[in-house]
């Protein structure tokens, strides 16, 4: 196993076009789940230019606005300038939802159906979905990923409270190379920032401003050192950005959302689902399994993937690899698991209380950096540890 290296991982803000699709598509979920917590959602979102495009099936007893949901999210994502070509209350929106296909609808719903092996609710498609975790930072998230985050997130604080430049724009993106001596985090080689801006503003200002009052302000000082490499801007210019600049589509920054590529993913993205997308309910899941194996200290780091058949309620599959961090061998934590957490589509969504509008949230800078929402809870430590006979 190599123990020396360096690794890095990528955040992109709000308003860069694919988190701007992310968002609308959640919003929408959102607005559905508020008035009729059983609504199914899959909410796509394409935006270009001038132009939102947002499809797929919904079928729900809500009643709202869709035009309203879509011009909200973008207000609050900050495409509210004078000189933004993708501006709030001027983009032109198409609306191609269609309901939720009958032969889906049965498999998901809990009832007998032709065909179908069990009346329990079943997933809501085949696939798989991977949890991961480790004890290299605060937020049991892998470092690279962490920071490359806690830059954006900081930039966006400034942005929308007033207090940074006025030059500062929505869309930005990050990446952060963190090198590991010995399997341990040791000090960071690299940052890159990119963030959009007004135009006439020297890259000279644009440079030191985020160096000094954004990176070195959130990033551990006792990782950076003279040889840290800071590359801001690279292009030297970023004045069309957002929609304006590219097309942007739900669910293609599903590494952002997750791990940063330290842990795997199985391909489904998370945004304009609802919870009985196993895509989405069951990757986080398998985030809360992950994190309550590290927080009970039976690993260092945790991996777990579980996989799914379309209507049907049980996992095919289990599988946990601790990396050779395991205090106790990897069968007996799977036992210990099988024991406290059931994966039952049903269950995930009653145990991480998943009824209710609580993905607008999770949109922006991973789904499970956030300590409010359930999945980031470590209150099964206790009764992992109990499981394991420790």
Known sequence: MITDYVFSSESVGEGHP???????????????????????VACETLVKSNCVVIAGEITTKAKFDYEKVVRKAIAEIGY??????????????????????PDIAQGVDARKAKGKKTAEQ????????????????????????????????????QRKSGKGPKWLRPDCKSQVAVSYKDGKVSGIESVVVSTQHAANISHAEIEKYIIDKVV???L????????????????????????????GLTGRKIIVDSYGGMGRHGGGAFSGKDQSKVDRSAAYMC?????????????????????YAIGYPQPLSIAIDTFGSGKIPEAEIEKAVRKVFSFKPADI????????????????????????????????AGELRKAAGL
């Open 18 to 40: 694919d988190k701007v699709a992310d968002y609308i598509s959640d919003s929408i979920l959102d607005a559905c789940l508020e008035q009729d917590k059983y609504s199914r």
């Open 80 to 101: 509210v300038n004078d000189d933004d070509v993708f501006h709030a209350d001027k983009v032109f929106i198409s609306n191609l939802i269609t309901s939720q296909s």
């Open 122 to 157: 079943g997933a809501g498609d085949q696939g798989i979905m991977f949890g991961y975790a480790t004890n290299e930072t605060p937020e049991y998230m892998p470092a690279p990923i962490m920071y490359a985050h806690r830059i954006l997130t900081e930039l966006a604080r």
């Open 216 to 218: 070195k302000k959130v």
């Open 220 to 247: 551990p000082k006792k990782l950076l050192s003279k040889k840290t490499q800071f590359l801001v801007n690279p292009t030297g210019n970023f004045v069309v950005g957002g929609p304006q600049g590219d097309s």
């Open 287 to 307: 985030r809360w399994v992950a994190k309550n194996i590290v927080a009970a200290k039976l690993a260092d780091k945790c991996e777990i993937q579980i996989s």
């Open 349 to 380: 969504i009653s145990e991480l209380d998943l009824l209710r509008p609580i993905y607008r949230k999770t949109t922006h800078y991973g789904h499970f950096t956030k300590k409010d929402l359930p999945w980031e809870d470590v209150s099964k």
